[in-house]
């Protein structure tokens, strides 16, 4: 019998992937917005979906028939108070409700197990407060914890995302983190066999037109003879006059005053770098002034599934919805294969155990 998980905070499902090869199986996912459960579950069809807020469900009706059931529960729930400064913002700060919701379900199935993933600040904001009041809250109900920061780049991912990592196993011994596999990746390994297509060209659905360039872009198709979400933004006509002022490996530092603007991201009109990885996909990779989103060579931003291979999704994973709602599933999703690593850790230890 496979071991079982429940993806709470699912989004379109990155996490809940990295664990089916694994080799686990998804006993249930919760997500709230109804765009991206649709793709979660066109994905996998067979896996109980709740598409609701967490905080409108009952926790007990809901979760109780999985306890003593449940090998491991996994999800992101937003936290915004732990990139606050100032003030101390306790976990039980109503700002944080929604991983006061994931503790209870915790609380509730008592899974061997559990996998929080969020933002690197988790563990810093306030000189680490929040870090210990995680630890003595599941401490307090029987979880030995680990936590530290994984990079996707360090798992063959070909983008340098940070993000906490938090393994929680009931008992006294923590689970160790995985560990970097050193398989190096590049944004060309990911996405050079993809169509050159030009500012608004492509279609939802096209044929593949070239062969597999690297082994990487073998895996991801594997299985498919089509292509999907490749499409690329319309750009109005001053962006692609700037694109076009923009040399590959360069950025802003190349454009004349008069087209220089203003912007928070570091990143804003820089090309990828072909032999190097991307910076973290954000939910907004279809705008060159939002990050280093542009494409090392054509005058325009990543498609959908050029973002996708980056984040490590095979292109037999579909995204539906309106554009906004894909950028969301992509941007937002946990790296398949950096998944993959933490579930393959924790299988080791079930295994063992």
């Not at 579950?41 to 003593?68: A, H, K, Q, Y």
């Not at 563990?123 to 009041?133: A, I, P, V, W």
């Not at 995985?178 to 659905?205: H, M």
């Not at 991201?265 to 190097?276: H, I, N």
Request: hydrophobic share 35%; charged share 25%; glycine share 8%.
């Amino acid at each position: 019998m496979k071991p079982t998980v429940i993806d709470l905070f699912a989004g379109v499902g990155g996490f809940s992937l990295g664990f089916e090869r694994a080799g686990f199986d998804i006993v249930l996912a919760n997500e709230y917005d109804k765009s991206i459960a649709h793709a979660y579950s066109e994905n996998r069809p067979g896996i109980p979906m709740i598409v609701e807020d967490i905080t409108r469900l009952s926790i007990g009706e809901t979760f109780d028939r999985f306890r003593g059931k449940t090998t491991v529960i996994i999800g992101g729930p937003p936290c915004q108070g732990f990139s606050q400064k100032g003030k101390r913002k306790s976990v039980n700060d109503p700002r944080n409700f929604l991983f006061r919701y994931y503790f209870e379900v915790v609380d509730r199935v008592r899974p061997r197990y559990f996998v929080i993933e969020n933002v690197p600040n988790l563990l810093t904001t306030e000189h680490g407060y929040f870090k210990q009041e995680i630890i003595e809250l599941f401490g307090g109900i029987g979880y030995a914890l680990s936590c530290g920061i994984l990079c996707a780049s360090d798992f063959g991912v070909p983008q340098d995302r940070r993000r906490t990592c938090i393994i929680g196993r009931h008992g006294d011994t923590a689970v160790e983190l995985p560990r970097p596999t050193r398989t190096r990746t590049t944004v060309w390994d990911a996405i050079s066999d993809l169509a050159y297509l030009n500012s608004g060209e492509g279609e939802e659905v096209q044929d593949y037109r070239l062969d597999a360039q690297s082994e990487y872009q073998t895996k991801l198709r594997r299985g498919l003879d089509r292509l999907y979400n490749h499409v690329a933004t319309a750009h109005s006509k001053v962006t692609l006059e700037r694109l076009r002022l923009i040399p590959a490996e360069c950025g802003r530092e190349t454009l004349p005053e008069e087209h220089l603007t203003r912007s928070i991201y570091s990143g804003a009109w820089c090309r990828l770098r072909k032999d190097g990885v991307s910076r973290t996909i954000t939910t907004r990779y279809d705008t060159p002034s939002s990050g280093m989103f542009t494409h090392p060579y054509l005058n325009r931003a990543i498609t959908t599934r050029e973002a996708a291979r980056i984040q490590s999704f095979p292109d037999t994973y579909r995204f539906y919805g309106a554009k906004s709602s894909q950028m969301k599933q992509v941007g937002n999703a946990v790296p398949p294969l950096m998944a993959e690593a933490i579930a393959r850790r924790i299988l080791e230890d079930y295994r063992r155990k």
